[in-house]
């Protein structure tokens, strides 16, 4: 089955407002990084017209040549000083080391696909990027599920203490891989892949009904993680089910 891409990224879609922020982020890399900076990249709903001040994520990622010990601990670090400083609910940073990059194919597709060159030179795929839906869906899902397992021993960890430090970041994580798991399911089923989170739903919704409730409500703590035990339970129940349901398709292989 070919594999119909509908992206909808676009640098025109990116918010003005916006824009300045890119460019700190941008010095920020160049500081850090200086001549091995090869690149700078937009991702997430900014780039899909999909974002809300006050409420969306900032995802800006770094290209790099010959990333160093400790660089990703610097990042961590000027990532918690900028909370707060713009109207962005979080501001998510990373550096990419080129030649590791250049081994995972799910990783190129990713930003090929979802994200937007702000600044340098754009990132040139060295793997053979999928051609059909099956082939899609089983990269993206061997990725999810190598990391499910760990998310959720995690969560599980963290249950008696849903107020301590990192339980909203690991929610978040953990809603969004489970979602992802769903949309690969859609992938396998259709052949067809967007980024767009409404007709994401509404694929998943027609293709599988079964999950279309859990996966709606998974939506809603990627950005409002619950606070309380009773809702950790609910999203667990929730992602479970999603979980269930990918493995009948046997998404692993």
């Known amino acids: 089955m070919d594999i119909m891409i509908d992206n909808p990224a676009s640098r025109d879609l990116v918010p003005l407002e916006l ?3 890119i460019d700190h982020l941008t010095n920020i890399y160049t500081e850090i990084f200086g001549s091995r900076l090869q690149s700078v990249y937009l991702l997430g709903g900014a780039v899909r017209g999909e974002y809300q001040p006050g409420y969306s994520d900032l995802d800006v990622k770094a290209i790099v040549r010959d990333k160093e010990d400790g660089e990703k601990e610097k990042i961590s670090q000027i990532e918690k000083q900028l909370q707060g400083k713009f109207n962005i609910a979080k501001i998510e940073l990373d550096a990419y080391d080129l ?3 250049n081994e995972r194919g799910w990783l190129q597709f990713y930003i090929l696909i979802d994200g937007i060159c702000m600044w340098g030179e754009p990132y040139e795929p ?13 990269m993206l899902a061997s990725h999810i599920l190598k990391q499910y397992n760990r998310v959720y021993e995690m969560l599980e960890n963290m249950k008696s203490n ?24 859609v992938i396998l089923k259709t052949g067809r892949y967007t980024q767009n989170s409404k007709k994401m739903i509404e694929r998943i919704t027609k293709n599988f009904p079964e999950i279309a409730e859990s996966i709606a409500r998974l939506s809603q703590y990627t950005n409002n993680p619950p606070l309380d035990i009773e809702g950790f339970s609910s999203l667990v129940r929730d992602a479970e089910t999603v979980r269930e349901v990918a493995e009948k398709y046997d998404l692993k292989k």
Do not use: H
């Open 162 to 185: 849903p107020k301590g430090d990192g339980f909203d970041k690991w929610i978040r994580i953990y809603a969004k891989k489970t979602i992802r798991l769903g949309y690969t399911m």
């Open 19 to 21: 824009l300045p922020v």
């Open 126 to 138: 060295t793997l053979p990027l999928p051609t059909s839906g099956e082939e899609l869906a089983k």
């Open 99 to 101: 030649a590791k990059l």
